[in-house]
């Protein structure tokens, strides 16, 4: 049996030390990537910017400073126009006027995390509201190596195979 917590824990740990270096959204999924930007070619031939990690964020969330929230995913809802202008003001409050880089990390046994950033930010990540919905993932882009997901508040167990 797999301790959700542990698992979690040790798979985001390698965002310790790393800067946010963009953030944007598909929709009203929130998409960090982490660690230097490069270019990469996905499967389907696209050439695209990311970082060395990125963090694909479609449950709740929050971003507070010093303890106060700052957005939430309501930052991203509504139409295309105004979740564009919420990715844009999220990427200049953690990648433009940071750098912020990622300092700890504390899991949950429910699937959710909290990830302490520096400038005093922390993202927390709530999962398991959806049951049987996907609430996030970890990957490098265009590594080809599985996509670590939890859904529904469990890791899928594909990601472990």
Not at 60 to 84: E, F
């Amino acid at each position: 049996m797999t301790d959700t917590k542990s698992e979690i824990t040790q798979r985001l740990s390698v965002l310790i030390g790393l800067d946010v270096s963009a953030v944007s959204h598909a929709a009203d999924m929130l998409t960090i990537h982490f660690g230097p930007q490069k270019q990469y070619t996905t499967r389907r031939g696209a050439v695209l910017q990311g970082g060395t990690w990125a963090l694909h964020v479609q449950c709740q969330w929050q971003i507070a400073r010093a303890g106060v929230v700052v957005a939430t995913q309501a930052v991203l809802a509504g139409s295309d126009d105004a979740a564009h202008r919420g990715a844009t003001w999220l990427n200049r409050l953690l990648v433009t006027d940071g750098p912020t880089i990622v300092k700890s990390l504390s899991a949950t046994e429910f699937g959710g995390f909290q990830l302490e950033m520096a400038n005093s930010f922390c993202l927390e990540v709530v999962a398991g509201t959806m049951p049987d919905e996907e609430d996030w993932r970890l990957f490098e882009p265009g590594s080809g190596i599985k996509h670590f997901v939890v859904e529904g508040g469990n890791i899928d167990p594909w990601s472990l195979s």
